[in-house]
């Protein structure tokens, strides 16, 4: 995860070190010359330098105030930033608008350089307009002198071979160095699976290039939107229309590009073109708002097949749902009678509770605990916990593109809906073996073989060796076998909403899944969803609904 802790240069070029050996390893074949080219002259660089453009490189700039500069760790400056500038690392500003001033500038600094010329008030944004004026006089360079003096500013150079580095690193764009931090601090562990070019994400060069494409065009996208062009967006729309999509490690990333834009267009009454978009797209939820599109052109047919389509072979449970609503309407449009929803009825506890301290989990628990022998506060992370131990070796599995560095506590596609697919036969060979076999004693193994290794899953905070012993005392395997089919199917949706409380009792089958909602509280879709699932699965569960009682 990222963090906001200042952290001293040195742990950006120990990193960065860590961070190249694995791209060496995995993509040294598909670097271009000028890329290896820009990693040897850095690490030809002295120590100190390599730190400093580390560190800078790191932070948002992209200009910054040498005389603003301090760490300590690297000592003098003036030795790393000479060496840089020599290098072709670092480069001068000879000039500088009045926006990047206003980034680099306090308010009472810019006032100090220019008395007299910004306006009065406490808008800095003010004082930007009134030097973007003057600077049309006297131009950018003439900025840089009033500001700056004999200070120099400076921006680090190449930084798209760094923001390559991190995308082969780390397969996406939003990771830099700082996600290192937990791992150097000894409070993450992570298990190991294979990193090696067989398995990477991308195969060939052309496939990093489809990706770097994509992100060109989706920051594109936003830019657009920023600025309101509209013309912009539907000239976007039409060369995305008209681009293919050759490279499966990217495929997903143009998808969700198409989805983006798609649902911009719908906003501006540009249906057929959306329509056209979605229609690109095998990513939730294009199937979805294709169905909203026709329902808006009044396409009845066109919007009762969708969504029978989608009913019959849903690509997730939030497109399920979304056709079980949107069906019934093209239905009776063509004067067919939809099928009558069940109104939901789930058990209901009613308790009458003085207020604690704790909140109205804590209360309804200690409430519990007279009728069971032990009730535990758990929400998601039980049966999350009991999923990931029972999964553990398939979510690990090396698979292509699935792993792209060593601090992984999940396989990049847990959640976009290929888990399932990519693994299909592994996941069923695994639950006929949990079917059949002692699924206790498989949890307990992996529970001893990974406690502390981070799983996204597994909450080892939560999840003791107790708690597991009573959970698998208790809850029958196959309540069990149906949540995790469930979890299967979508794994986004469905590790979320399960109840607040468990509730063990001593025989097998003797427990209860608790909900807790206080005075004014409403059930949330996911919390609904599985209480559904519950009761089809004869599991035991219930909505505590409490109030307060006055003292």
Known sequence: MATAVALPPRYYLDNFRRLCGTVEAQYGDLLLPQEQQWLQTLRAQPEEAQCLYLRLASRVGPWFRLSRLSYPEIGSLDGAVESLLAAGLLQQANALTAAEAGRLYTRPELRQRFPGLLPAGRDKAADVAALAQWTEAAGEDALLAACAGDDAIVAPLHLDCLALLQLLFFGNRRQSLTEFILSDLGIARYPPYRLDREHRLFAT??????????????????????????????????????????????????????????????????????????????????????????????????????????????????????????????????GRQPERRRRDSFERLDLLLPRGLGGVERAAAEALHSQWQAVHYVENALMNSLFGLAFWEQIFSPLRGAFHNPFQSAPADMFDGNFYPRRRDQIEARLAALQTGDLADLLRYNFDAHQGLQCRWVNWRLLSRPLLDQALAVIPPGHLLALWRRLLFDPEAYRRGFPDLIAFGETPGDYCMVEVKGPGDALQDSQKRWLRIFAAEGIPAAVAWVQWRER
């Open 205 to 334: 060069r052309a496939a990093v290039d489809d990706y770097l494409a994509c992100a060109a065009l989706a920051d594109t996208y936003a830019e657009l939107r920023e600025a309101g062009d509209d013309e912009g967006l539907v000239a976007l729309a039409e060369h995305l229309l008209s681009l293919p999509q050759a490279y499966t490690a990217t495929e997903r990333r143009w998808w969700r590009l198409c989805n983006r834009v798609a649902r911009q267009l719908e906003r501006l009454d540009q249906r057929e073109l959306a329509l056209a978009l979605y229609r690109r797209s095998c990513l939730p939820p294009a199937r979805e708002r294709q169905a909203r599109v026709l329902e808006a052109l009044a396409d009845w047919p066109a919007v009762a097949a969708l969504c029978e389509a989608m009913l019959a072979a849903p690509w997730n449970e939030e497109e399920r749902e979304a056709a079980r609503r949107i069906l019934p309407r093209a239905q009776r449009k063509l």
